[in-house]
């Protein structure tokens, strides 16, 4: 199962909402992740389940969709939001796959 | 505090051989279910492979290009995670992260990795 994320870098302002979306390339159900990683740090896991967020992650950040399509989105862009993001499908059935990353810049 | 360390990364001819150890403690680790993700320089990340607890079978799962080279295997009376990593080629260079696994059980599994180590550096390189 491939997924692939759009766009594949952005451009926000602090105070923007911002939305990402991952496509897989067959249905998924709702077995899809969301990490947000920093430059030279692990990933962190922010939503799972496709919409359920992880504790202690900011209620700004929310997730939605099923089947094929689904959307990372962050309400009010924080200076501490920019990162790259990925969106992973972890079906019964591995292999499992991350999208290629989405990279959120500050303007 | 829940807590993974991975050791044993380095510099390594192509061809060659490497073992990565993760050494995990907070939390009960015979009971989980974990997993090895890589990350090549400058690149996304890459689910390596999955190993399940030894009470739920203790089998193991891997992506396509690592299969049949590389081996997880786990230690529970050492709390150890471990990558086995044989014949290599360059294109193995990268961090390699170890993760938990954990879910969410509804009408289905919802699987997550939800604990990630800060990772070891592997180079493959002549």
């Known amino acids: 199962i491939q997924l692939t994320q759009s766009p594949s870098s952005l451009s926000a302002s602090v105070g923007d909402r911002v939305t990402i979306t991952c496509r897989a390339s067959?249905?998924?159900?709702?077995?899809l992740a969301w990490y947000q990683q920093k430059p030279g740090k692990a990933p962190k896991l922010l939503i799972y389940?496709?919409?359920t967020l992880q504790s202690g992650v900011p209620s700004r950040f929310s997730g939605s969709g099923s089947g094929t399509d689904f959307t990372l989105t962050i309400s009010s862009l924080q200076p501490e939001d920019f990162a790259t993001y990925y969106c992973?499908?972890?079906?019964?059935?591995?292999?499992?796959?991350f999208g290629q990353g989405t990279k959120v810049e500050i303007k | 505090e829940v807590q993974l360390v991975e050791s044993g990364g380095g510099l390594v001819k192509p061809g060659g051989s490497l073992r990565l150890s993760c050494a995990a403690s907070?939390?009960?680790?015979?009971?989980?279910?974990m997993s090895w993700v890589r990350q090549a320089p400058g690149k996304g990340l890459e689910w390596v492979g999955r190993?399940?607890?030894?009470?739920?079978?203790?089998?193991?799962d891997y992506a396509a290009p690592v299969k049949g080279r590389f081996t997880i295997s786990r230690d529970d009376s050492k709390n150890t995670l471990y990558l086995q990593m044989n014949s290599l080629k360059t294109e193995d260079t990268a961090v390699y992260y170890c993760?938990?696994?954990?879910?969410?059980?509804?009408?289905?599994?919802?699987?997550?990795?939800?604990?990630w180590g800060k990772g070891t550096t592997v180079t493959v390189s002549s």
């Open positions: 993760t938990t696994i954990n879910w969410v059980a509804a009408r289905y599994y919802y699987y997550y990795m939800d604990v």
């Open positions: 907070g939390f009960t680790f015979s009971n989980a279910w």
């Open positions: 190993i399940k607890s030894k009470t739920d079978g203790g089998t193991t």
């Open positions: 067959q249905g998924i159900s709702s077995y």
């Open positions: 389940a496709a919409s």
């Open positions: 992973q499908q972890l079906n019964s059935y591995p292999p499992w796959t």
